[in-house]
């Protein structure tokens, strides 16, 4: 069974540098968005409503509680 595509707007609260190559990026989104994510699930993260970036890139969740969602990259 597919996944309904689901476009909604987050908030960055933190991308901070962990290690060398290593971010860590927090986002708040509905906590009924998050529930639907566990750690190593993909999403794509579109930062406009620009062409430029024409795609939005994918991430793996690190991390998804409450209204957060945590992802290392």
Not at 30 to 50: E, M, Y
């Amino acid at each position: 069974m597919r996944a309904k595509i689901q476009k909604i707007f987050a908030e960055v609260l933190l991308n901070q540098k962990e290690t060398e190559n290593v971010y860590l990026m927090e986002l708040k989104a509905t906590k009924d968005f998050v529930s639907l994510f566990k750690p190593g699930q993909f999403l794509k993260v579109k930062v406009n409503n620009f062409l430029d970036p024409l795609f939005p890139r994918p991430f793996t969740v690190h991390l998804a509680e409450e209204d957060r969602i945590f992802i290392l990259y």
